[in-house]
């Protein structure tokens, strides 16, 4: 658990999101339900063992992190992923909607840091051809393996609409959010940074260009040196 500040929130929240899902708990000293909701969320993320972090917001005392989330009333809870929010919920929470509210936001097979003792996990759809994987979906329609072995492979040949169809079964993880990308702008753009600079003065009132400079963002990937940049600029446009 972090206390976040205005000055942090970049690099606790948006940088470290990138490497694993952060949980925003935005909270004030006077805040009945505030204190209801703040020991759950302590016991539910630290039972995860560092697969997902806490970051908690003092909205009186960090007004710039309030108004970056448009903040109405608390608690508000907002997950990070990837540097963008990919879920939240306003309002206390009893402990199994919060354990599932978390729970949610760890990829499958994640082993928590310094587990050494955990077993390597096996692919299923490793080796699999298309049939394999369409054998394998009729079993089971939403395999989270298959279904994103199988969009990339539709991307890959231009079946990009397929593709987010078939993402739709199953939740938002980096890896849907990174082929889901592809599939909307196609593959990579010559010239990404020109394609960004053109976009990001539209992005605050233009929700289909926001989109596109986020696709782009997913697309040159987290490990760009320019991703973080380009991050830093879309904040400060958009708030």
Do not use: H
Not at 7 to 29: C, G, N, Q, Y
Not at 115 to 140: F, H
């Amino acid at each position: 658990m972090a206390d976040v500040t205005d000055a942090t929130f970049m690099t606790d929240v948006i940088e470290r999101s990138k490497t694993v899902p952060v949980v925003v708990d935005l909270w004030a000293e006077w805040c009945g339900p505030c204190k209801t909701l703040g020991p759950i969320l302590d016991k539910v993320i630290a039972e995860t063992g560092g697969l997902v972090e806490l970051a908690k917001v003092d909205v009186d005392a960090n007004p710039e992190v309030s108004q970056a989330f448009q903040v109405q009333s608390i608690p508000a809870v907002y997950a990070m992923a990837g540097g963008q929010v990919v879920a939240n919920f306003i309002g206390a929470k009893g402990e199994a909607e919060v354990r599932e509210f978390v729970q949610a936001l760890i990829p499958e097979g994640a082993v928590p840091p310094g587990d050494a003792e955990a077993p390597e996990p096996v692919s299923k759809v490793a080796g699999l051809d298309e049939a394999g994987l369409r054998e394998l979906l009729n079993e089971t329609p939403d395999d989270p393996e298959a279904v994103v072995a199988l969009a990339a492979m539709l991307v890959e040949r231009g079946e990009g609409a397929d593709a987010l169809t078939l993402l739709e079964r199953i939740p938002e993880t980096p890896d849907t959010r990174r082929i889901a990308a592809l599939a909307r702008t196609g593959g990579p753009v010559d010239d990404i940074d020109a394609k960004l600079e053109s976009l990001l003065g539209s992005v605050k009132g233009n929700e289909d260009a926001r989109q596109e400079f986020v696709d782009l963002l997913e697309v040159l990937g987290a490990a760009d040196p320019r991703t973080a940049d380009w991050r830093k600029r879309l904040t400060s446009a958009l708030f």
